[in-house]
């Protein structure tokens, strides 16, 4: 058996090094990380769910795509209008072909749109696709990766990336973002039981 936290506690350097190998070395990311890179997608991002659940499994020599119900991609429009989002959504669909997951883009812009009726309270606009991830409901999942023109990898994670090797999902208590913490919590310690859920 691995040690699956032989990273917490790193340097943020070395972190950043073994979150990039570890998205590399899964063919799925990196054929998404390409396809939006070629598509040239304004401000687009690979984040959340597919990044950390591949980190947890590879760490823990489960299958890459283990858990994995779907690929978020983050990007920012100016045009609001759904009709552009929907133009978006089908060309990177048409693009990719088929996948193992199904792949969900979704414009940042268009966020303040909808945001209270699903999850019930008040959504500012965003300025930037990263800025979303301040206000993700876990500080863990607040990751993104995208591949640049040379091939390097660029890594965002404006809260470190210690939680994300250390398998413990922390709260950002920076909007009212229980109910989501700890649903999402409760889902991925039954399928990642080695995670510790941080209480609200």
């Not at 991002?45 to 890459?64: F, H, K, M, Q």
């Not at 920012?76 to 133009?87: G, I, K, V």
């Not at 500012?124 to 040379?150: C, F, G, I, N, Q």
């Amino acid at each position: 058996m691995t040690d699956h936290l032989r990273f917490s506690g790193a340097a943020g350097a070395a972190q950043r090094a073994a979150l990039e190998a570890i998205i590399l070395a899964e063919p799925t990311l990196v054929r998404l990380l390409t396809t939006i890179r070629d598509l040239e997608l304004p401000d687009a991002w690979l984040v959340s769910g597919a990044i950390y659940n591949c980190v947890w499994n590879s760490l823990t020599e489960r299958p890459a795509l283990h858990g994995v119900n779907d690929i978020d991609v983050i990007y920012f429009d100016p045009d609001l209008s759904w009709e552009a989002e929907d133009r978006i959504i089908k060309t990177l669909h048409e693009a990719l072909g088929t996948m193992p997951v199904p792949v969900q883009a979704r414009n940042q812009a268009r966020v303040h749109l909808w945001f209270e009726q699903k999850f019930g309270f008040p959504f500012a606009p965003l300025a930037s696709a990263r800025e979303s991830l301040l206000r993700y409901a876990s500080k863990t999942h607040a990751v993104a990766a995208r591949l640049e023109r040379d091939d390097t990898m660029t890594i965002d994670a404006p809260f470190g990336l210690e939680d994300l090797f250390a398998f413990r999902v922390t709260p950002n208590p920076v909007a009212d973002n229980r109910q989501t913490h700890e649903i999402k919590g409760a889902r991925i310690k039954s399928v990642w039981p080695e995670v510790t859920i941080v209480p609200w």
